[in-house]
């Protein structure tokens, strides 16, 4: 029913910046936690930060104090923005949300990879 649009991706210089934006097309009724999540190459998907109604309520170790989780004021994009960024082998970002009283996730959009590299 939502589709989840990630974009936002590309190369990156190490210690550079990047927002990604995830577009949520369709309504969403209820109250939502909204995610952003990082896969590695051959490693499984992780989550890295979750934004709930009242703001950002968790982000993994591996992003504190460099990765942003944010939304626009209509609540039907989902942002993360990057800072600091670590060279490493390209890395795809996925959105997803969840319904805070059932836990429904929607569907896995395609993601967005990001490569940091110099």
């Known amino acids: 029913q939502v589709q989840l649009v990630e974009s936002g991706g590309g190369l990156v210089q190490p210690g550079g910046s990047a927002r990604l934006s995830c577009a949520i097309i369709?309504?969403?009724?209820?109250?939502?936690?909204k995610m952003w999540y990082r896969e590695a190459p051959g490693k499984d998907r992780e989550r890295v930060a979750v934004?709930?109604?009242?703001?950002?309520?968790w982000y993994d170790d591996s992003v504190k104090g460099r990765f942003t989780i944010s939304r626009n004021n209509e609540g039907n994009t989902i942002y993360l923005d990057m800072d600091n960024l670590m060279p490493k082998a390209s890395d795809v970002y996925y959105c997803?949300?969840?319904?805070?009283?059932?836990?429904?996730?929607?569907?896995w959009g395609r993601g967005t990879k990001v490569t940091v590299s110099s």
């Open positions: 934004l709930a109604e009242v703001g950002p309520i």
């Open positions: 997803n949300v969840r319904h805070s009283l059932t836990n429904a996730q929607e569907n």
């Open positions: 369709g309504d969403l009724y209820g109250s939502f936690f």
